[in-house]
T-cell receptor, first 113, second 112 residues
Framework: EPEVTQTPSHQVTQMGQEVILRCVPI?????FYWYRQILGQKVEFLVS????????KSEIFDDQFSVERPDGSNFTLKIRSTKLEDSAMYFC???????????FGPGTRLTVL | GENVEQHPSTLSVQEGDSAVIKCTYS??????FPWYKQELGKRPQLIID?????GEKKDQRIAVTLNKTAKHFSLHITETQPEDSAVYFC???????????FGAGTTVTVRA
């Protein structure tokens, strides 16, 4: 069964550094998402992406964040200048056309020191 | 925006007993309600979902019920087994929307 994959599984970075989190959605899916989960808290929506543009974003997704689909398979989340409070598990998800079901990747644990 | 509340936060049951997790939502435009199971260190996995035009859905030992009037939905696990131990999240999605709104999660422990 196809699955969403994410790399790396764990990223440690210094405050102020840029990070890029990578995701490979399920191949025939058209909608892509990023969520994050701070330790002990709810999973929170960050952004959705369709047809090469952002379709919706939350208030968390400020100018420090950007998303890109650089080729036909990858979907990336960039945090330009990381802050301590960006430390969280970041989940990528994807869904197909005419379905609401979102399938999640295994997550990238981001630790900002 | 949508607010999803989930209870209880932890649930311990004896193997073979039933487990029930309840969620409420605030936005009457929500029409899709998935449940995810997350084992330690693994991805959230969809285990069952329900749409607002259905009151109940069952898949083997798992069932979900939805009360649109009261804006609440519940997950029922019967004949629990140790492998049911995990964190369970409810979520909701509004029609023509993209973002899932999640509950805070319930840690279920099945005692052998």
């Amino acid at each position: 069964e196809p699955e969403v994959t994410q790399t790396p599984s764990h990223q440690v970075t210094q405050m102020g550094q840029e990070v890029i989190l990578r995701c490979v959605p399920i191949s025939n899916h058209l909608y892509f998402y990023w969520y994050r989960q701070i330790l002990g808290q709810k999973v929170e929506f960050l952004v959705s992406f369709y047809n090469n543009e952002i379709s919706e974003k939350s208030e968390i997704f400020d100018d420090q964040f950007s998303v890109e689909r650089p080729d036909g398979s990858n979907f990336t989340l960039k945090i330009r200048s990381t802050k301590l409070e960006d430390s969280a598990m970041y989940f990528c998800a994807s869904s197909g056309l005419y379905t609401d079901t979102q399938y999640f990747g295994p997550g990238t644990r981001l630790t900002v020191l | 925006g949508e607010n999803v509340e989930q209870h209880p936060s932890t649930l311990s049951v004896q193997e073979g007993d039933s487990a029930v997790i309840k969620c409420t939502y605030s936005d009457s435009a929500s029409n899709y309600f998935p449940w995810y199971k997350q084992e330690l260190g693994k991805r959230p996995q969809l285990i069952i979902d329900i749409r607002s035009n259905v009151g109940e859905k069952k898949d083997q030992r798992i069932a979900v019920t939805l009360n649109k009037t009261a804006k609440h939905f519940s997950l029922h696990i019967t004949e629990t087994q140790p492998e049911d131990s995990a964190v369970y999240f409810c979520a909701s999605l509004r029609s023509n929307d993209y973002k899932l709104s999640f509950g805070a999660g319930t840690t279920v422990t099945v005692r052998a």
